[in-house]
């Protein structure tokens, strides 16, 4: 089994500034070597990819939050987290960490509103 837990959600105003975390538990002897990510779920609309961080440190971003959005792992604490700058309003959404391919948190509230 393996759970994930999203925190650092809540209210920020446009430009302000985020991070996120996750805290992955249970049966993850092999976290150094999955696949780590965020996705995004805006009000109404699917959920979207965010950012990926993989097994080789390699990272990777949507176009939309490129140049705004860090991802980053931390092996040793089997956690992964999203630094969010300049945020949008756009950005609100329900934000999910994946574990490997198929395993989620149950997400953090990100608003972003004056």
């Known amino acids: 089994q393996v759970q994930l837990v999203e925190s650092g959600g809540g209210l920020v105003q446009p430009g302000g500034s985020l991070r996120l975390s996750c805290a992955v538990s249970?049966?993850?002897?092999?976290?150094?070597?999955?696949?780590m990510a965020w996705y995004r779920q805006p009000p109404g609309k699917e959920r979207e990819f965010v950012a990926a961080?993989?097994?080789?440190?390699?990272?990777g971003y949507a176009g939309s939050v490129k140049g705004r959005f860090t991802i980053s792992r931390d092996n040793a604490k089997s956690a992964v987290y999203l630094q969010m700058n300049s945020l949008k309003p756009e950005d609100t959404a329900v934000y999910y960490c994946?574990?490997?391919?198929?395993?989620w948190g149950k997400g953090t509230l990100v608003t972003v509103s004056s």
């Open positions: 249970g049966s993850i002897f092999s976290f150094n070597s999955v696949d």
């Open positions: 994946r574990y490997d391919t198929n395993y």
């Open positions: 961080n993989t097994r080789s440190g390699i990272t």
